[in-house]
T-cell receptor
Framework: GAVVSQHPSRVICKSGTSVKIECRSL??????MFWYRQFPKKSLMLMAT?????????EQGVEKDKFLINHASLTLSTLTVTSAHPEDSSFYIC?????????????FGPGTRLLVL | AQKITQTQPGMFVQEKEAVTLDCTYD???????LFWYKQPSSGEMIFLIY??????QNATEGRYSLNFQKARKSANLVISASQLGDSAMYFC?????????????FGTGTRLQVTL
């Protein structure tokens, strides 16, 4: 149980285009999902908290108009990187929190490697 | 504010031996949770083990055990009988009070290399 999928696993795009990344909880409901960014050999940096049916909460320094988050259902959250530029190239990873888990464990997707040319 | 400190950037262990990965934390929350995740080179973050601050016993999950010393604010991960597949980055993380606002704070990670 507690499987989270993420799609696509890898994407290469041209500068100026937008990229959508999907995060799905496959076998549990997740009222809350999280989006992280990870630079090489670094720890995870939380970008935003995505709550089903409401607006996402962004961390300080993260542009909400740049990184659009939608959490339309209890099993799906999407992150859209708008007008991507080379500096947006990174590893993006989502997590989902099982609503019924008292520990509030976050289960992570496999991540998406984004390369903007 | 919460802080997680992992002082070992890299560790080596021989196959079949046990290894301890250190983690200390700081928080003012009365209740919190501590997690360990494994990140192989593929990038996925794999949940290993959880310890609640009020749990009476140290958590164990198969070959993983958590040496929780609340007074010292430490939550070290012990991996017994190391296997080559244990080679990965290991992150310690902490969650504050439960609720929709709770987030994970991660340490900088420890890279474990299991050798023959």
């Amino acid at each position: 149980g507690a499987v989270v999928s993420q799609h696509p696993s890898r994407v290469i795009c041209k500068s100026g285009t937008s990229v959508k990344i999907e995060c799905r909880s496959l076998d549990f409901q997740a009222t809350t999902m999280f989006w992280y960014r990870q630079f090489p050999k670094k720890s995870l940096m939380l970008m935003a908290t995505s709550n089903e049916g409401s607006k996402a909460t962004y961390e300080q320094g993260v542009e909400k108009d740049k990184f659009l988050i939608n959490h339309a259902s209890l099993t799906l959250s999407t992150l859209t990187v708008t007008s991507a530029h080379p500096e947006d190239s990174s590893f993006y990873i989502c997590s989902a929190r099982d609503s019924g888990d008292r520990a509030e464990t976050q289960y992570f997707g496999p991540g998406t490697r984004l390369l903007v040319l | 504010a919460q802080k997680i400190t992992q002082t070992q950037p890299g560790m080596f262990v021989q196959e079949k031996e046990a290894v301890t990965l250190d983690c200390t934390y700081d928080t003012s929350d009365p209740s919190y949770g501590l997690f360990w995740y494994k990140q192989p080179s593929s990038g996925e973050m794999i949940f290993l083990i959880y310890q609640g601050s009020y749990d009476q016993q140290n958590a164990t999950e198969g070959r993983y055990s958590l040496n929780f010393q609340k007074a010292r604010k430490s939550a070290n991960l012990v991996i017994s009988a190391s296997q080559l597949g244990d080679s990965a980055m290991y992150f310690c993380a902490m969650r504050g009070v439960t609720g929709t606002a709770s987030k994970l704070t991660f340490g900088t990670g420890t890279r474990l290399q299991v050798t023959l």
